[in-house]
Each structure stands twice: as C-alpha cells, then as structure tokens.
Nanobody
Framework: QVHLVESGGGLVQAGGSLRLSCVASGRTYTNYAMAWFRQAPGKEREFVASISWSGGRTYYPDSVKGRFTVSRDNSKNTGYLQMNSLKPEDTAVYYC??????????????????WGQGTQVTVSS
C-alpha cells in the first residue's frame, strides 16, 4: 500500500503563487508516474498535470499551461506542483496520484492507482 500526503495549499490572492508537495510513503515502487488533479465544488475532477518517472515528460491542459509546473524528486519520493499567476477559477481541492509500474505519465485519472487526501487551494479575486 502507498500513502500519499499533499501539503502547501491555502488562501492566496489572484496573481499569487503556491507550491504544493506530495510525499509518498509505504510500499515503494521503482517506477511510477505522478499526476495532479483538482476538483472544484459542483464540478467533476479534472486533470492538472502529470510527470513521467524520469521527469523528462510533463503534460498540462491548456487551462494551466504556462502557469503551473510539475516536478519531482525521486530521492525524496516527493512531487511538486508550482502554481503561478493563480486565478479564482483555480480554486479547488488538489489531489496527487501515482500510477505504479509506469514509466510514462498519462492524463486519465482511471490510470492512477493511489490518491492523496487532497489539499484546498482558494484564490481570492
């Protein structure tokens, strides 16, 4: 079993920045892709970013491209989501997830095996 814990959420004004972290513990895997998703009240969960095991490939939807950056430090079993130029529409609970035995990352939430509990991000206008 893998346990994921997100941190770094909070309240920020529009235009501000936040950096989310996701620490994986428990059973370790040699290869796993990592992704971030978010869910706003009354909306479906949506893809935000993903990163391959090596970190060499990253994926973003157009809504966050150029503002968000996903990264990871495999030595620390930790992933990061740097969020800049935040907008009120970025307000949501942000979740990290991992897909085990995966070298390449995907954008489909159904591919991911383990999920964190989420961290709230609120952007005020």
């Amino acid at each position: 079993q893998v346990h994921l814990v997100e941190s770094g959420g909070g309240l920020v004004q529009a235009g501000g920045s936040l950096r989310l972290s996701c620490v994986a513990s428990g059973r370790t895997y040699t290869n796993y892709a990592m992704a971030w998703f978010r869910q706003a009240p009354g909306k479906e969960r949506e893809f935000v970013a993903s990163i391959s095991w090596s970190g060499g490939r990253t994926y973003y939807p157009d809504s966050v491209k150029g503002r968000f950056t996903v990264s990871r430090d495999n030595s620390k079993n930790t992933g990061y989501l740097q969020m800049n130029s935040l907008k009120p529409e970025d307000t949501a609970v942000y979740y990290c997830a991992i897909e085990v035995h995966a070298t390449w990352a995907t954008t489909n939430e159904k591919d991911y095996d383990y999920w964190g509990q989420g961290t709230q991000v609120t952007v005020s206008s």
